[in-house]
Antibody
Framework: EVQLVQSGAEVKKPGESLKISCKGS????????IAWVRQMPGKGLEWMGI????????RYSPSFQGQVTISADKSMTTAYLQWSSLKASDTAMYYC??????????????WGQGTLVTVSS | AIQLTQSPSSLSASVGDRVIITCRAS??????LAWYQQKPGKAPKLLIY???SLESGVPSRFSGSGSGTDFTLTISSLQPEDFATYYC?????????FGQGTKLEIK
């Protein structure tokens, strides 16, 4: 069974750093892209970026480029999303998701449970 | 970047109704479009991929169609469990943007 298990909720202060994780199991981790999606409170889904753990090829949305870093550790079968300096506006639920097929970064049929990040002074 | 605009943004309907949600793209493409359903406090669920292919396990009352700039999600006969928010997403080019969502509520 394919599973994506995300790290737990975080409460941080503005200016702090943070790295959240998404551990994949039940499939060949290096052969599938992993995407990150943001959902701010009461709002819609926003595509942040995607990484191919096999070779660390990474693509970012222009809205998030330079604001976050996406990475992956093949040995840990885990993808990461990190911030160097959080803002209150980073408060949101963050989901990781895996595409339907290994041949491309399309159509997310497996999702993590979400990680709630709260940034408040 | 391709922008997706869903209409309507919200919709009230009754059990048994036929519902159509539209997703309009700012640039045309052939089929790289998905539809998701999201219920409160849950991760999205894939319903339709390649614009018209039904994901395994999804009831056949859901269907998708379209190409170019106009795509639709149709629910042929609404069931109580279908009341949720629906999103389209394009995979034609990066960033793989989502529509703003359509909230389907009980009338």
């Amino acid at each position: 069974e394919v599973q994506l298990v995300q790290s737990g909720a975080e409460v941080k202060k503005p200016g702090e750093s943070l790295k959240i994780s998404c551990k994949g199991s039940g499939y060949s981790f290096t052969n599938y892209w992993i995407a990150w999606v943001r959902q701010m409170p009461g709002k819609g889904l926003e595509w942040m970026g995607i990484i191919y753990p096999g070779d660390s090829d990474t693509r970012y949305s222009p809205s998030f480029q330079g604001q976050v870093t996406i990475s992956a550790d093949k040995s840990m079968t885990t993808a990461y999303l990190q911030w160097s300096s959080l803002k209150a506006s980073d408060t949101a639920m963050y989901y990781c998701a895996r595409p339907l097929y290994s041949h491309g970064p399309y159509y997310y049929d497996s999702w993590g449970q979400g990680t709630l990040v709260t940034v408040s002074s | 970047a391709i922008q997706l605009t869903q209409s309507p943004s919200s919709l009230s309907a009754s059990v048994g109704d036929r519902v159509i949600i539209t997703c309009r793209a700012s640039q045309g493409f052939s089929s790289g479009l998905a539809w998701y359903q999201q219920k409160p406090g849950k991760a999205p669920k894939l319903l339709i991929y390649d614009a018209s292919s039904l994901e395994s396990g999804v009831p056949s009352r859901f269907s998708g169609s379209g190409s170019g700039t106009d795509f639709t999600l149709t629910i042929s006969s609404l069931q109580p469990e279908d009341f949720a928010t629906y999103y389209c997403q394009q995979f034609n080019s990066y960033p793989h943007s989502f529509g703003q969502g359509t909230k389907l509520e009980i009338k």
